[in-house]
């Protein structure tokens, strides 16, 4: 009886004792694109909910296409990079109450320069990457103008 019960203790307590995965990192989640309000038009403010597995050693990449998705991934242009566990709507430099997306979600502001010239009522497909050495997940791409 005491061996039985002996062997019953392990097999339940075992997964316990056993090192967890890690966590599959998934491509990011909940992507939005909006018109910056309060800019005239100027600007599209992209925003994507907060992983537990942001960190530095990721890399966030912002895509941009004029017009809708294309279905070549060359056509892509790749507009920024940054370190995963970085810009967040919290770090913002404009009023809190301007700001779109909750305080822990990331957020990118894409504008006019460095070779991005965004024009009124011209339709921009937009979609976040996450790095991670050598993978690369894509999230579903989202038009807005």
């Known amino acids: 009886m005491l061996h039985c019960l002996l062997i019953l203790s392990l097999v339940t307590c075992l997964p316990a ?3 967890q995965p890690a966590f599959a990192q998934t491509m990011p989640q909940q992507l ?8 005239g038009g100027g600007s599209l403010t992209v925003l994507w909910a907060p992983s537990p ?3 530095a050693t ?13 279905q070549d991934p060359a056509a892509w242009k790749v507009i920024a990079e940054f370190p995963a566990n970085s810009r967040y709507v919290r ?3 404009s009023a809190w109450w301007t700001r779109s997306g909750d305080p822990g979600d990331h957020s990118f502001l ?7 010239e965004l024009k009124t009522s011209q339709p921009y497909a937009v979609t976040v990457a996450l790095l991670n050495g050598q993978e690369r997940l894509i999230a579903p ?4 103008s």
């Open 17 to 19: 004792l056993m090192p």
């Open 32 to 39: 939005r694109v909006i018109d910056t309000p309060s800019d």
């Open 53 to 55: 597995h942001d960190s």
């Open 91 to 93: 770090e913002g430099k």
């Open 58 to 70: 990721g890399k966030f990449q912002i895509l941009m296409h004029e017009g809708e998705a294309p």
């Open 110 to 116: 894409i504008k006019n320069g460095k070779g991005i």
């Open 141 to 144: 791409p989202v038009v807005a």
